[in-house]
């Protein structure tokens, strides 16, 4: 890759934003960029825009196993969204995700790419190690994540003490009342947030659900910013009088 080899050669680089969305690269040129991104030594943020480019699970193997190696990072954007990543490319990533150890921002679009409770599973884990976290921002719409996914995701954040920004798209997946319960419980205990963003257009929350994620943000006695998107439910009239 001709692009990869000029940038492997700037080795006072910081900050570093690629944009290939829609370049078809697939698994090869995902480990290309993986071998330029860790030449970089002294990079402390890093942009990676990867939509649709036919990444599998390899790719996602090397971009972890290479994101791992840059041990100066403090802020990561990686987008794969509409990739071929799965569960196992989850698990890959959150491998390199959990070795970055001074992240203190981290977004991660995973929308599209098949991941499923498994792959949540993986990512919770990941952000339970991520401890110097402040701003989280995970994009994981229309991945077949069922209520064990949101349990999972939900632990991983209670985890992150400093966390003080979440956002959490889980649009269109299915964790009806009892993922919104659990997500309910673990964003409580994240008793630093300041700014709190939840996109669950899922089709699958009813009055209950609404009752358990009111009574959770209850506690976010720090907010000061709160955008909630749950259309496209069946809350109902309870529900509604229950958020408020």
């Known amino acids: 890759m001709y692009l990869g080899e ?7 680089l910081t900050s570093l934003n690629l944009n290939l969305s829609c370049n078809n690269i697939g698994d090869n040129g995902a480990k290309y960029l993986g071998e330029i991104i860790t ?18 699970e390899n790719g996602a193997n090397n971009l972890g196993e290479r994101i791992a190696k840059c041990v100066t990072l403090t802020s990561l954007n990686l987008h794969l969204r509409n ?18 150890v001074t992240l203190t921002s981290l977004n991660l679009n995973l929308w ?48 992150c ?17 009892n993922g919104t319960k659990y997500l309910g419980e673990e964003i409580s205990k994240c008793v630093t947030l300041i700014s709190l963003n939840l996109d ?27 955008n909630l998107n749950l259309s496209e439910n069946n809350i109902s009239e309870n ?4 958020l408020k």
């Open 6 to 12: 000029g940038i492997a050669k700037c080795v006072t």
């Open 39 to 56: 030449k970089c030594v002294t990079l402390t943020s890093l942009i990676l825009n990867l939509w649709e480019n036919d990444i599998g």
């Open 83 to 100: 990739n071929r990543n799965g569960e196992n490319g989850a698990k890959y990533l959150r491998e390199g995700i959990t070795k970055c």
């Open 112 to 159: 599209d790419t098949s991941i499923g409770d498994n792959g949540a599973k993986y990512l919770g884990k990941s952000i339970a190690k991520c401890v110097t976290l402040t701003s989280l921002n995970l994009h994981l719409r229309n991945n077949r994540i069922g209520e064990n996914g949101a349990k999972y995701l939900g632990e991983g954040i209670a985890k």
């Open 161 to 177: 003490a400093t966390l003080n920004s979440l956002n959490l798209n889980l649009k269109d997946t299915n964790i009806g009342d």
């Open 200 to 226: 669950l257009r899922c089709y699958s929350i009813g009055e209950n659900g609404a009752k358990f994620l009111g009574e959770g943000i209850a506690k976010c006695v720090t907010l000061t910013s709160l």
């Open 239 to 242: 529900g509604n009088r229950i």
